[in-house]
């Protein structure tokens, strides 16, 4: 027994490079995919020639203009969903949390409705974005100041007020839109979509996404003591006021900047711990790389589905998502009503 007690970390640790490796392999294939697919399809030789030539031929335009700023986008925003993911549901010790619980996603989704109802995107593509990491950020602090000091459950029930409070708000601005075509433009912004993305979208949200990434990259330990308890966890020397603070503010940042330019994509952020989960062990130090790079292949993977299947307009990002995602979620209620004493 002690012995395998011994080997299981090393058992854990190979399993993981297994698994990192075959979640990058198959990244980069679909990466090459996203790049050939579209509604024209490119030779890879054509795709070849527009990354590395300075020709402004029409594949070219299209491999570097539009098809290979969506593909980072994609790999990133999936990335953000699935790290944010498994540390929330670590923070909370929740199998079904997901970055959507702490009001971020609503609030980011409030902020780029501001901007469409005033028409602040037609002067410029920055606006939506510019709005939605604002509203991310002011729904970060409001569940902040009403959840701080009651613990993991009162920052939870904040976020779900908050997330309420702020779709509210979304539907008024719908209910009172100043024209069919504001409200039309709110609706097919929420329902989330990598069409049509540019160089300045990357540019302007890459930096929240590394930084707020970056912050849930080093709340590994913290999580791992916490699994056992918060009183362990404090006995250990983990301040749980800091580690909530660094995964909320992580999860702002970084959630906040992919809804402000996708959009509304629901279920990438618990789907894709949960798959990978089984492969690197229940440790949630273990899960966060495995976990991004699961939440980008799935993320880019749906996004390459979106403009496959043709039955009238390209279906949005944050409907295929959601139609994919909920028999998951289905069966993973029914899992934990099984599993539970």
């Known amino acids: 027994v002690r012995e395998e007690t011994r080997r299981a970390p090393a058992v854990w640790a190979v399993r993981g490079a297994v698994i990192n490796a075959t979640l990058i392999a198959i990244l980069a294939a679909l990466v090459v995919v996203s790049l050939l697919s579209g509604r024209v399809w490119l030779s890879a030789s054509e795709v070849f020639s527009g990354l590395f030539s300075a020709d402004a031929q029409l594949a070219s335009l299209i491999v570097t203009e539009l098809r290979l700023p969506r593909t980072i986008l994609a790999i990133a925003v999936g990335a953000t969903l699935g790290i944010c993911g498994a540390v929330l549901q670590g923070l909370t010790r929740n199998p079904l949390a997901e970055p959507g619980l702490l009001g971020v996603s609503a609030g980011a989704s409030l902020g780029a409705s501001i901007a469409i109802y005033f028409g602040m995107a037609a002067y410029t593509t920055a606006a939506i974005p510019t709005f939605g990491l604002a509203g ?11 959840g701080r000091g009651g613990g993991t459950l009162s920052l939870v029930l904040a976020g779900m007020a908050v997330t309420g409070f702020m779709f509210a708000l979304i539907q008024l601005a719908l209910n009172v839109a100043p024209s069919v075509q504001a409200a039309y433009e709110i609706m097919t912004w929420l329902m989330g979509s ?13 930096p929240f996404i590394v930084a707020g990434c970056a912050m849930m990259a080093f709340t590994g330990r913290s999580l791992d003591a916490l699994s056992l308890g918060e009183m362990q966890a404090e006995s250990l020397g983990v301040d749980l006021h800091r580690l909530r603070f660094i995964a909320l503010l992580g999860t702002a940042m970084a959630v906040g900047a992919a809804t402000s330019v996708t959009g509304t994509v629901p279920f990438i952020g618990l789907v894709g711990p949960h798959l990978v989960r089984p492969f690197v062990g229940y440790q949630p130090s273990r899960i966060l790389l495995p976990a991004a ?48 004493p």
Not at 314 to 340: H, Q
């Open 136 to 146: 991310a950020m002011g729904a970060m602090a409001l569940t902040f100041v009403l």
């Open 194 to 206: 990598l069409a049509d993305r540019s160089w300045d979208h990357v540019v302007l949200v890459a």
């Open 293 to 340: 790079l699961a939440g980008a292949v799935l993320l880019l993977g749906a996004d390459i589905a979106t403009r496959l299947i043709r039955f009238g307009p390209e279906m949005k990002l944050g409907v295929f998502t959601a139609l994919l995602g909920t028999p998951f979620f289905f069966w993973l209620v029914v899992r934990l009503r099984r599993t539970s």
